[in-house]
Protein backbone atom coordinates (compact mmCIF):
# COMPACT_ATOMS: atom_id res chain seq x y z
CA UNK A 1 0.00 0.00 0.00
CA UNK A 2 3.19 2.20 0.91
CA UNK A 3 4.51 2.02 -2.35
CA UNK A 4 1.30 2.36 -4.26
CA UNK A 5 1.06 5.58 -2.47
CA UNK A 6 4.52 7.16 -3.41
CA UNK A 7 3.40 7.10 -7.13
CA UNK A 8 5.93 6.27 -10.57
CA UNK A 9 7.84 9.24 -9.44
CA UNK A 10 7.30 11.04 -12.08
CA UNK A 11 5.86 14.97 -11.51
CA UNK A 12 2.96 15.08 -14.29
CA UNK A 13 -0.84 16.14 -14.16
CA UNK A 14 -3.67 13.79 -12.56
CA UNK A 15 -6.83 12.76 -14.37
CA UNK A 16 -8.88 15.43 -13.12
CA UNK A 17 -6.07 18.33 -13.57
CA UNK A 18 -6.04 17.29 -17.35
CA UNK A 19 -9.99 16.79 -17.71
CA UNK A 20 -9.63 20.65 -16.24
CA UNK A 21 -6.37 22.07 -18.49
CA UNK A 22 -8.44 24.04 -21.09
CA UNK A 23 -10.97 25.60 -18.08
CA UNK A 24 -7.89 26.60 -16.00
CA UNK A 25 -5.51 27.77 -18.32
CA UNK A 26 -5.36 31.38 -20.29
CA UNK A 27 -5.41 32.35 -23.91
CA UNK A 28 -5.32 35.68 -26.00
CA UNK A 29 -8.51 36.51 -27.44
CA UNK A 30 -9.48 39.65 -29.54
CA UNK A 31 -11.11 42.18 -27.32
CA UNK A 32 -13.46 43.09 -30.25
CA UNK A 33 -14.40 42.10 -34.25
CA UNK A 34 -11.14 42.26 -35.95
CA UNK A 35 -10.57 42.68 -39.84
CA UNK A 36 -8.52 41.08 -42.24
CA UNK A 37 -5.20 42.37 -42.57
CA UNK A 38 -5.49 44.03 -39.33
CA UNK A 39 -2.24 44.83 -36.97
CA UNK A 40 -2.61 42.87 -33.26
CA UNK A 41 -1.96 46.15 -30.86
CA UNK A 42 -2.43 46.10 -26.97
CA UNK A 43 -5.65 47.63 -28.33
CA UNK A 44 -7.23 45.25 -29.62
CA UNK A 45 -6.52 41.66 -27.80
CA UNK A 46 -6.65 40.08 -24.03
CA UNK A 47 -5.76 37.55 -22.12
CA UNK A 48 -8.30 35.31 -20.68
CA UNK A 49 -9.68 32.10 -19.42
CA UNK A 50 -10.47 29.19 -21.19
CA UNK A 51 -7.48 28.35 -22.62
CA UNK A 52 -7.46 26.58 -25.69
CA UNK A 53 -5.19 29.30 -28.27
CA UNK A 54 -1.72 30.99 -27.97
CA UNK A 55 -0.29 31.25 -24.64
CA UNK A 56 0.29 34.72 -23.05
CA UNK A 57 3.78 33.60 -22.99
CA UNK A 58 3.49 34.40 -26.81
CA UNK A 59 2.16 37.70 -26.07
CA UNK A 60 4.80 39.95 -27.23
CA UNK A 61 5.56 37.88 -30.31
CA UNK A 62 2.01 38.17 -31.29
CA UNK A 63 1.89 41.80 -30.85
CA UNK A 64 2.70 43.55 -34.03
CA UNK A 65 1.85 40.17 -36.60
CA UNK A 66 -1.45 41.03 -39.09
CA UNK A 67 -4.63 39.16 -39.30
CA UNK A 68 -4.84 36.36 -42.16
CA UNK A 69 -8.71 36.57 -41.76
CA UNK A 70 -11.61 38.49 -39.70
CA UNK A 71 -12.00 37.39 -36.06
CA UNK A 72 -14.89 37.95 -33.93
CA UNK A 73 -14.88 39.83 -30.36
CA UNK A 74 -14.01 36.93 -27.85
CA UNK A 75 -12.26 34.51 -30.19
CA UNK A 76 -9.32 33.30 -29.58
CA UNK A 77 -6.53 33.43 -31.66
CA UNK A 78 -4.40 30.87 -33.13
CA UNK A 79 -1.29 31.12 -35.36
CA UNK A 80 -2.28 29.90 -37.78
CA UNK A 81 -4.62 33.24 -37.90
CA UNK A 82 -2.11 35.13 -38.24
CA UNK A 83 1.00 36.18 -40.14
CA UNK A 84 4.78 37.97 -39.45
CA UNK A 85 4.69 41.82 -40.40
CA UNK A 86 6.37 42.38 -43.78
Not at 28 to 57: C, F, M, T
Amino acid sequence: ALERALGHGRKEPCQRERLRFKEITKCIHAKRNLKKGEKISQDNIKIVRPGGGISPIHYNKVLGMRLLQDIQEDEELQWSMLADED
